[in-house]
């Protein structure tokens, strides 16, 4: 997909997600809402979801595609890595990542956003998997990010598992 095509799709997925969570201040929801506008408008996205910062590691909270992993701890996964280092993750070829953590064979590209809260506090990571090699790139970054920043900057906004 062209640089150009894929803006425009994030774009018009941003307007969507800005509209239909107007008002809305449960996290869950957010999460189960932008993981099917994305995957509706994004053909690459074969797995999205998020998994929330519980007990010191990860755990697999709203998504959509195969069974994802249940548990990540920090210290394992493109996951792990990203809520660890508190920074996006973009992996061309998970086969030669030695982190990786295969919750779906047939994954072969990845990114993983981190997600604050408005205290700077890591809530949780946004994944996106693809079946394609090389499918994410800085657009993806950029545009991810915003979402995330837009929807989770809330400071009263917790998770409570």
Not at 8 to 31: D, H, R
Request: glycine content about 6%.
């Amino acid at each position: 997909m062209r640089r150009e095509e894929k803006s425009n799709i994030y774009e018009s997925a941003i307007k969507e997600i800005k509209a239909v969570l107007l008002g809305e201040n449960y996290a869950i929801t957010k999460m189960a809402t932008i993981n099917c506008i994305l995957k509706q408008n994004l053909p690459s996205y074969y797995w999205v979801g998020f998994y929330l910062v519980h007990e010191g590691g990860l755990i697999v909270g709203p998504y959509q595609g195969t069974l994802g992993c249940i548990h990540i701890p920090f210290q394992k996964g493109v996951c792990g890595r990203a809520a660890r280092l508190q920074t996006t993750q973009i992996v061309a070829n998970v086969h030669e990542d030695i982190e990786h953590v295969a919750c779906d064979s047939r994954s072969n590209s990845e990114i993983v956003v981190p997600v604050f809260n408005g205290n700077r506090e890591l809530i949780a990571v946004f994944d996106v998997d693809s079946t394609e090699f090389s499918s994410f790139d800085d657009i993806d970054k950029l545009y991810l990010e915003q979402i995330m920043s837009d929807q989770f900057i809330d400071e009263n906004l917790q998770i409570n598992l």
